[in-house]
């Protein structure tokens, strides 16, 4: 058995040997990163999954490699509009799957390129970057990132004004299915309201709620709990546990923070505030709606990013 073990998982490994990696996390929300300046080092679904494995690899919600935008194809899509995205934020999960989007990670691949002298980004500079999201604009302040992320929408089509909920929710420690709203920020997210923090510490997230109907690219399913009252000095407040499609229960989601910021604002109506401040099991991060430049309502995330280690894959 132990032979079968170390022939099916030892390979995925090993090609990565001499490789420089980083480990990093914003907000609790890990990853393993990885430099690829000459673009000569994609990383697959099974290296991905052993490099984030927390028993046999360096271990992390997900793994990011910084790589030329020019090297990839999605990458030289973006170029063509936006010449200005150099780098690309290749984004795997845990289980190895491609997501599009990842706002914490995002944050802590510009402190990445920092650290590793990739950009040169004073304080209060902005870098503009390529993800499978499109491109992202990042402003740093300090270690701190705020990312504007973009439009969001609602992923089921409706009456967006009418409707409150367009999905139900089932999840380990809900004594009901409950009422849930699906919204996009590149990546999938499906939010789920409940009263008390009791409830929220109550859930039982080892294995992934059941979403009805579920997007059709699977989802990150988000519990929150508006605070009462949901505004102090004209913040809108929100403790959020998340499980993260490809993953698990992290201890943060970026995306996750703004589809919650999006889907209580919407139930909370006019009088809610354009500035939220989502409390995570891995800290606090920032999110605030603004009219883009093509006059949609985008989304900014703001937090912090921070790298741990670093080293050399043996
Ligand atoms: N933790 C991330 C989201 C990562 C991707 C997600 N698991 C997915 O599959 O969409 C964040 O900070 O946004």
Redesign the pocket.
Same mark, same amino acid.
Request: charged residues 10%; glycine residues 24%; proline residues 4%.
């Given at each position: 058995m132990d032979a079968t073990l170390s022939e099916t998982r030892q390979p995925a490994f090993r090609t990565l040997g001499g490789l420089r990696f980083s480990k990093g996390h914003g907000t609790g *929300?890990d990853f393993v990163l990885i430099a690829d300046p000459e673009g000569v080092h994609a990383v697959d679904a099974g290296q991905a999954a052993a490099l984030c494995d927390r028993h046999r690899g360096i271990g992390g919600?997900?793994l990011i490699r910084a790589v030329p935008s020019r090297f990839l194809p999605e990458g030289r899509e973006l170029l063509a509009d936006a010449p200005e995205a150099e780098w690309f934020m290749d984004y795997r *999960?845990a289980d190895g /799957?491609l /997501?599009e989007? =990842?706002? *914490?990670?995002v944050r802590v691949f510009v402190h990445f390129l920092r650290l590793e002298g990739l950009i040169d980004l004073p304080d209060g500079g902005a870098l503009t970057i390529g993800t499978r999201g499109g491109v992202k604009t990042v402003v740093r302040t300090g270690d701190n990132y705020a990312v504007d992320m973009g439009p969001w929408k609602f992923i089921f089509p409706g009456d967006a004004t009418a409707k409150a909920m367009d999905s139900l929710v089932s999840a380990d420690g809900l004594e009901v299915p409950r009422p849930a709203l699906s919204v996009s920020m590149g *990546?999938?997210h499906t939010v789920v309201a409940l009263a008390e923090l009791s409830q929220l510490e109550g859930m039982r997230l080892f294995t992934a709620p059941h979403v009805d109907p579920v997007p059709p690219h699977g989802t990150?399913v988000e519990f929150v709990v508006p605070a009462e009252p949901l505004v102090h000095d004209g913040i809108g407040m929100v403790t959020m546990r998340v499980h993260?499609?490809?993953?698990g229960e992290?201890q /943060? =989601?970026?995306?996750?923070a703004c589809a919650a910021a999006v889907a209580i604002r919407h139930w909370a109506g006019a009088e809610a505030p354009d500035a939220w401040q989502i409390n995570v099991p891995g800290g606090v991060v920032g999110v605030k709606f603004f009219a883009g430049a093509g006059g949609d309502e985008h989304v900014e995330l703001s937090g912090p990013a921070v790298i741990v280690a670093s080293g050399t894959l043996s």
């Open positions: *929300n919600d997900g *999960n /799957s /997501s989007m =990842c706002g *914490n990670g *990546n999938p990150n993260e499609r490809g993953v992290t /943060s =989601c970026g995306t996750g």
